[in-house]
């Protein structure tokens, strides 16, 4: 309740007894005392019974809205949970008592999964539902005298006393199994978990501060292998984050300067072995330093939220250096152009006019773009992403289905989904010719891709037994550095003019 509704209410109760004190006690006093001097002394007694009632009624309704005041400042309003600042002011105090009594304290840090797309396409209404059925499971899951808050939008505190690390993991993933059961109103198809990161003081931190990086830091290394996972701090995770903290700090500054590279890998047809494609991607040079593979600085980037200003760079810039070189279009010496998106690309909340404006210089001659998507990223976002990817196909961009075989999609979604080719991952390429489990699982992914008349490309191809071997098996299209590794523009124009656009005999004499 609010304080003027507090106000109000306390002064209509005093009224409202007031009047009824006044009108009903004194005729019930005069109906049954005749005696003017015991009269006197009655009504004295009933002045202080009034006073009596009346302070106990403004205290027990004083102390209600001091409650609602405190609770104002100490809990979060959406969940009941503390609050940010009241969680670090318990979780002190908690500190101090551990001192005091040699006992530990565990942190966990619990960031949920996927809940920025929930929110983005259930609205926020359905995302505070979630919010709340999610502080009911921490809640009922943890005992009396944790320390439960909300600590942001999306993320939660729990300090545990007397606790170990492998009971308190132990029963983190109790609590991944019960948020798994929820669901979110509008997105039933997304999973709802949750990635912890887990320190123990004194074991890991000496104090407040240094408790609150710790399991930060861990909180950041779970984020960075993926959804649903957990971590227990490692002290290599300070030197390691000190060491991410100064790439990202120079990552940030050269897209700013667009410091960053492209090269290009052609694709070719297995059966005339021309050119049928190229597969642009990003390179990070860095003359003082040493380079940094894609592989490190590309999950960095999607991790510090830097993923679309770098695929806004690799749209623009690649468009433009093969159409100034006359090389991009359909009659021409490639006829495609593949880019790779993120998992961030497909949950914007632009959408497909995100993708519009990267491709506006085409001026709607858009069918020379295929985006690839990974596996994972489509199957992690699908009802978001599907809606868009429906968009773009209508456009005519070509779709991808990028490292099959990683992810977890399954034949009936693949059908969904408005793709026209399927990229086997290099991996298995890389192992097919020494390991039998691989070479039939290959086979398996041909076979199917054929049934559902869909292309594929074989990335990884680095000896000619493994592209005979894909050619038989009726592979459309061969990536790898048998063929050609990724150039330069100024070399990609050069090897074009050298093989016409093809690889001759190469394929068959190597």
Request: overall charge negative; charged content about 25%.
């Amino acid at each position: 309740m609010s304080p003027f509704r507090s106000a109000l209410r306390i002064t209509l109760i005093y009224m409202v007894f007031g009047i009824l004190w006044i009108i009903f006690s004194d005729r019930a006093v005069e109906s049954i005392v005749d005696d003017l001097n015991a009269l006197s002394k009655i009504q004295t007694y009933k002045g202080w019974f009034y006073v009596l009632v009346t302070g106990v009624m403004f205290f027990f309704l004083s102390l209600g809205s001091l409650k609602y005041q405190r609770n104002l400042t100490e809990r979060d309003s959406l969940t009941g949970l503390l609050n940010r600042h009241m969680f670090r002011r318990e979780l002190e105090r908690a500190l101090s008592v551990a001192t005091l009594q040699k006992s530990t304290v565990t942190l966990l840090l619990i960031n949920l999964d996927n809940f920025r797309q929930i929110n983005n396409t259930s609205g926020q209404q359905v995302g505070d539902l979630l919010l709340q059925q999610v502080a009911e499971t921490l809640k009922a899951e943890f005992k009396i005298g944790s320390l439960i808050g909300r600590l942001a939008g999306d993320e939660f505190g729990v300090a545990i006393t007397n606790e170990n690390q492998c009971e308190a993991f132990n029963t983190v993933e109790s609590i991944q199994q019960q948020l798994m059961q929820l669901r979110a109103p509008g997105s039933p198809g997304l999973l709802v978990s949750a990635r912890v990161g887990i320190a123990t003081f004194p074991d890991d931190a000496d104090a407040l501060k240094s408790l609150l990086a710790a399991s930060t830091l861990a909180l950041e290394e779970a984020k960075q292998l993926g959804l649903g996972e957990i971590r227990v701090y490692n002290r290599s995770y300070g030197e390691e984050a000190q060491t991410r903290l100064e790439m990202l700090a120079d990552l940030r500054e050269a897209i700013a300067k667009q410091e960053l590279s492209l090269v290009y890998q052609p694709q070719f047809d297995t059966q005339s072995k021309r050119i049928t494609g190229v597969e642009v991607l990003v390179r990070w040079l860095r003359p003082e330093k040493s380079n940094i593979r894609p592989d490190i600085f590309i999950p960095l980037a999607e991790q510090a939220g830097l993923i679309q200003p770098i695929t806004d760079f690799v749209c623009r810039k690649s468009i433009q250096e093969l159409t100034q070189c006359g090389l991009l279009g359909r009659d021409k010496a490639i006829p495609r152009l593949s880019i790779n998106i993120s998992a961030r690309d497909l949950a914007s909340r632009q959408g497909a006019e995100l993708f519009f404006e990267r491709f506006a210089s085409l001026e709607e001659n858009w069918s020379v773009i295929q985006l690839e998507i990974t596996e994972t990223a489509v199957m992690e976002n699908l009802e978001i992403a599907l809606p868009i990817l429906e968009k773009l196909r209508a456009k005519g961009i070509q779709l991808s289905i990028d490292d099959f075989g990683t992810g977890y999609s399954s034949l009936g979604v693949l059908r969904k989904l408005p793709v026209q080719e399927l990229k086997i991952d290099s991996s298995f390429t890389r192992e097919m010719t020494e390991s039998a489990d691989d070479l039939q699982l290959v086979k398996a992914i041909l076979a199917m891709t054929q049934s559902l008349k869909l292309r594929t490309v074989a990335e990884g191809v680095e000896t000619t037994e493994q592209a005979l071997l894909l050619r038989e098996n009726g592979c459309t299209e061969l990536q790898g550095f048998l063929m050609s590794p990724p150039l330069t523009i100024d070399q990609l124009q050069a090897f074009i003019k050298q093989h016409q656009g093809t690889l001759g005999k190469r394929l068959d004499e190597q």
